[in-house]
């Protein structure tokens, strides 16, 4: 008899994908976190504590559990109540990846209580396909930096076979270690759908050959980790024009990038939050003095120091078995 969990524990990271030019494609993975500890019950259940604990708690439009569920109905699987224990450090509509943490969760437990047998390419494969785009879902499966691209062409039906994915193809960098991560969040919060609708349906060849030079030099610049190339390899001309209308944050907080101890800045992910790449020993209290100049007076910011996270959900999943599981 196949042993079974009787226990899942989770640690997914947050992340920050864009990077400024690499749209779709490139994402860091952040030191903040979703933990998850979920057992098999009689009912479905969550005791949330952290930040937004009102919207991870309810169990309707929850995404974690209807991930689950998804997966469990389309692999032909009773579904198996669940109790979680959540304890979320991701600030949510802030860009910060907190989707893909959610939809990574509800695949994670599908894989795990539907015995489903998965691999990592093959969760790899859902996630991206469920959040649209495979950036955020890739680096915080496995943590660091990650440039994905996701085949071209739809899902498909099998008869009664699951879903086949389109295939991700991901390359993974270690982040330098001289390198920190700042995560600077307005009061409010922004849909992604929201954002995504400011984006045009077409751009200029000068406009994507720029992001073309910009985004293989990001990738430079992490791999080689030159602090020279980091601010101009973070320019966008494709997306963080149209989105600071929605995004004010954006105009205000780019002008620090190449100031002392910042190298870089871009919106994360369709904001409205704001990542900084800045020098590891950068001294917190003047950056912060910083950015409140910058505001000016009447507005108020969270400055977040979390740094970056080099491991991802897949290499953090523990599991309790019962002793007398294989009998």
């Known amino acids: 008899m196949k042993k079974t969990a009787s226990s899942l524990h989770l640690r997914l990271p947050a992340t920050s994908a864009n990077l400024g030019p690499a749209f779709d494609t490139g994402a860091l993975a952040l030191k903040m976190h979703l933990e998850i500890d979920a057992e098999a019950a009689n009912r479905f259940s969550i005791a949330a504590q952290g930040r937004d604990t009102e919207a991870c708690g309810k169990l309707e439009g929850n995404l974690v559990l209807e991930t689950y569920k998804r997966l469990m109905e389309e692999n032909g699987r009773p579904i198996q109540p669940l109790q979680l224990r959540v304890k979320n450090g991701i600030p949510l509509g802030m860009g910060c990846g907190s989707s893909a943490a959610a939809r990574l969760a509800g695949i994670a437990l599908a894989v795990e209580f539907g015995e489903l047998g998965w691999q990592e390419q093959e969760i790899l494969d859902a996630s991206a396909f469920l959040e649209g785009h495979p950036d955020n879902a890739t680096a915080c499966w496995l943590g660091g930096m990650t440039v994905s691209a996701i085949a071209p062409r739809a899902a498909t039906e099998h008869g009664d076979k699951p879903k086949e994915y389109p295939s991700v193809a991901v390359g993974r960098i270690e982040i330098p270690e001289h390198w920190s991560a700042v995560m600077v969040l307005p009061r409010d919060p922004v849909r992604?759908?929201?954002?995504?609708?400011?984006?045009?349906?077409?751009?200029?060849?000068?406009?994507?050959?720029?992001?073309?030079?910009?985004?293989?030099?990001?990738?430079?610049?992490?791999?080689?980790?030159?602090?020279?190339?980091?601010?101009?390899?973070?320019?966008?001309?494709?997306?963080?024009?149209?989105?600071?209308?929605?995004?004010?944050?954006?105009?205000?907080?780019?002008?620090?990038?190449?100031?002392?101890?910042?190298l870089g800045a871009a919106l994360s992910g369709a904001g409205p939050g704001i990542l900084m790449v800045v020098e590891r020993n950068l001294d917190r209290a003047d950056l912060e003095r910083r950015v409140g100049k910058a505001l000016g007076d009447g507005s108020s910011c969270e400055v977040i120091e979390c740094g970056f996270e080099s491991q991802g959900a897949g290499s953090m999943v523990r599991r309790a078995t019962p002793i007398n599981a294989g009998a």
């Open 192 to 262: 992604t759908e929201e954002s995504r609708k400011l984006l045009p349906d077409f751009y200029s060849r000068a406009d994507v050959v720029q992001n073309l030079q910009h985004s293989s030099l990001l990738v430079a610049a992490f791999a080689s980790g030159r602090d020279d190339l980091l601010r101009a390899a973070m320019l966008d001309c494709m997306h963080q024009p149209y989105r600071v209308a929605i995004c004010p944050l954006l105009a205000t907080m780019l002008p620090l990038a190449g100031s002392p101890g910042v």
